[in-house]
């Protein structure tokens, strides 16, 4: 983190990168040419994920899907804050393997400060929202990981988040 970087842009700072590769959701078109070319490659897993947040994509269900048919692991790292129940539901039917939950706050308050523009209370009710409706589809998968990172804003909630 560089000195002048506050926790607004600690967590996803796209502006850094405004140069750099392109920002936006892949067309499904590209995307199957892309999966296509490296399964040939013996490609054996595809992280959904880049700048951002993957569940802006309404076609990343499909493409969970589409590497699935190849047989490739997939996963995506989420804020959870988008993961209602039916996307969550077209996930866990499409294949997904692994979803990893960013997870920066055990209060409203700490969450909020970091996780700017999220609200504690959804993201919450959407985390167990996704656990109850894998448990109800009889699904071991996707496997779920919460990232945790100590920030000044949560430094002491670690052990809170341990036993949660």
């Given at each position: 983190m560089t000195d002048h970087c506050n926790?607004?842009?600690?967590?996803?700072?796209?502006?850094?990168?405004k140069f750099g590769r392109p920002h936006g959701v892949m067309s499904m078109e590209?995307?199957?040419?892309?999966?296509?070319?490296?399964a040939k490659l013996g490609c054996k897993q595809v992280v959904l994920t880049s700048f951002g947040e993957p569940l802006?994509?309404?076609?990343?269900?499909?493409?969970?899907?589409?590497?699935?048919?190849?047989?490739?692991?997939?996963?995506?790292?989420?804020n959870a804050s988008l993961l209602t129940r039916d996307r969550a539901?077209?996930?866990?039917?499409?294949?997904?393997?692994?979803?990893?939950i960013s997870y920066y706050g055990m209060t409203k308050a700490s969450y909020e400060t970091v996780m700017v523009g999220l609200n504690f209370d959804v993201t919450m009710a959407n985390l167990e929202t996704f656990?109850?409706?894998?448990?109800?589809?009889?699904?071991k998968r996707p496997r779920l990981e919460l990232s945790w990172l100590v920030l000044p804003e949560n430094e002491g909630e670690t052990e809170l988040f341990k036993e949660y």
């Amino acid at each position: 983190m560089t000195d002048h970087c506050n926790a607004e842009c600690i967590m996803c700072p796209r502006d850094l990168h405004k140069f750099g590769r392109p920002h936006g959701v892949m067309s499904m078109e590209k995307y199957k040419k892309s999966i296509d070319e490296v399964a040939k490659l013996g490609c054996k897993q595809v992280v959904l994920t880049s700048f951002g947040e993957p569940l802006i994509d309404k076609r990343l269900e499909d493409k969970v899907a589409y590497a699935k048919s190849y047989g490739m692991r997939t996963y995506i790292i989420t804020n959870a804050s988008l993961l209602t129940r039916d996307r969550a539901t077209g996930l866990i039917k499409a294949g997904l393997d692994e979803i990893r939950i960013s997870y920066y706050g055990m209060t409203k308050a700490s969450y909020e400060t970091v996780m700017v523009g999220l609200n504690f209370d959804v993201t919450m009710a959407n985390l167990e929202t996704f656990l109850s409706g894998r448990d109800e589809l009889g699904s071991k998968r996707p496997r779920l990981e919460l990232s945790w990172l100590v920030l000044p804003e949560n430094e002491g909630e670690t052990e809170l988040f341990k036993e949660y």
